[in-house]
């Protein structure tokens, strides 16, 4: 038993976890996995699953059988799945001392799986390792809170709090609007803060009954995995109050859409900000990660609005922005330099959507930033004032045509690997698929009679 592998047995034993939750993270941002007796988990240290588990659907679908068997051994064959001792959770909720443990996932040779989401965050974090830069993140979750409704067909509804009254309007910032929701997020802090994850922050946002959680500033693989944890944390509490919440990008018409807003900045070997010169300036370093931003996330748009539904949020008229202008404290520019010291200077890209699966947002977002760097791509002057309307940086508004582009991308490729940006685009294309096989409301609604 190697050393970190004993203090995770010791962390174990030590809190009498009799059940492990052997997790990893899918293409969608869905925890899958296996439940082990703690006796078997320190035996075993480890797991095995499928390789296909990593080109499966949001539905649980596979991908279309001859791409899945390029992609991977046409025997079907299983994969090795390594505890992070890093990365151990307590499952507070649980009736019995349970624990959930993330997993990195290798091939029989050893060798990390290159579909893996953490696999790929891994490997984006050791560029900058190798240019002796470390990235910082901080992301901010948006979610709503529904009724719970067991009936697809129907809208969500906001839901009751301790008043008995249902929100309606907007209450952007309102204290007592978040305080309707007391005891829920009570819990949902007590068991974040006995699971250790760094929360900051809780904010009513503009729609009925939308939140936000921040962050606080730090690693962003260790980042990564609190938001997969605390997104499985905000549902478990929300059904112990009897509500719902939801990280759909876009989950009720005519309300604001849900953001997964990312700070980032980059640190020299000293912890010294490199997007800062010594008199305190946005350095050259900090002006190429913008451009790269600018540049890429066109192209890898698909790794911030994962889903059909992710488009809805950039719809015209909607308050998120859809474009990659930059502009200092512009909330109307995809990418906002928000005012800071010269230490603290950062980027926020305002384009992932709460539903985008963490690892690769985050992979994706400091992917873009990096080959500004190193590339020394040039931005396009700041914004001032709206940038809505403007037009010459826009993105794809369309899942479909956001793949298309997302294909073409040589430098995912390069950077990356050709398995993961197959597979990637698989998984999308035939979860589109499927949603072009559904009968929605509007259709019956506006077209039974009408045509």
């Not at 035996?43 to 279309?64: A, C, N, Y």
């Not at 809170?145 to 008043?163: A, I, K, M, N, Y």
């Not at 826009?394 to 597979?423: H, I, K, N, V, W």
Request: net charge negative; with cysteine.
């Amino acid at each position: 038993m190697n050393a970190p592998f004993e203090q995770l047995a010791g962390w174990l034993r030590e809190r009498r976890i009799t059940e492990v939750e052997c997790v990893i993270c899918d293409q969608t941002g869905i925890a899958r996995g296996k439940i082990a007796p703690t006796s078997k988990f320190l035996v075993e240290q480890g797991m095995r699953l499928p390789e296909g588990v990593l080109l499966q659907t949001v539905t649980g679908d596979p991908v279309d059988s001859g791409l899945y068997y390029q992609l991977l051994d046409p025997a079907d064959i299983d994969m090795f799945c390594r505890p992070d001792p890093a990365a151990a959770f307590l499952v507070p909720w649980a009736a019995e001392p349970t624990a959930l443990v993330i997993h990195d996932t290798y091939d029989k040779r050893g060798l990390p799986i290159e579909l893996s989401p953490r696999n790929v965050l891994k490997k984006v974090l050791r560029l900058y390792a190798e240019q002796g830069w470390q990235p910082v993140v901080a992301p901010e979750m948006e979610f709503y809170l529904t009724r719970r409704c067991g009936d697809p067909d129907l809208p969500f509804q906001p839901p009751v709090g301790r008043s008995g009254r249902q929100e309606t309007g907007r209450q952007s910032f309102s204290i007592d609007a978040a305080n309707e929701f007391d005891p829920l997020f009570e819990d949902m802090y007590d068991w974040c803060e006995a699971q250790g994850l760094d929360l900051d922050t809780l904010i009513h946002e503009e729609g009925t009954a939308q939140m936000e959680i921040n962050f606080r500033h730090g690693d962003p693989l260790h980042l990564a995995d609190q938001i997969l944890v605390f997104k499985r944390t905000m549902r478990e509490a929300a059904l112990k109050h009897n509500v719902a919440a939801t990280f759909m990008a876009k989950p009720m018409t005519g309300e604001p859409g849900s953001a997964m807003h990312l700070h980032q900045s980059v640190v020299d070997a000293e912890g010294q900000s490199v997007f800062s010169n010594p008199d305190g300036s946005m350095s050259r370093l900090f002006l190429q990660h913008v451009g790269g931003l600018q540049k890429y996330i066109p192209e890898l748009l698909p790794l911030f609005a994962p889903n059909v539904n992710s488009f809805r949020r950039f719809q015209p008229g909607t308050s998120a922005p859809v474009n990659v202008e930059w502009g200092e404290e512009n909330r109307t520019a995809g990418l906002r330099v928000p005012e800071s010291g010269p230490q603290n200077r950062r980027v926020e890209n305002r384009l992932p959507g709460a539903d985008a699966n963490p690892y690769l947002a985050i992979a994706a977002s400091l992917l873009c930033g990096y080959i500004g760097m190193v590339e020394q791509l040039t931005p396009s002057p700041p914004v001032q004032g709206r940038s809505h309307e403007r037009r010459s940086l826009r993105l794809p508004l369309s899942l479909p045509s956001a793949l298309d582009r997302m294909e073409g991308c040589q430098a995912l490729e390069t950077y990356l690997s050709p398995q993961f940006l197959a597979g990637y685009i698989a998984v999308k294309r035939a979860e589109q698929e499927n949603f072009n096989r559904i009968i929605s409301s509007w259709e019956r609604e506006f077209l039974m009679l009408s045509v």
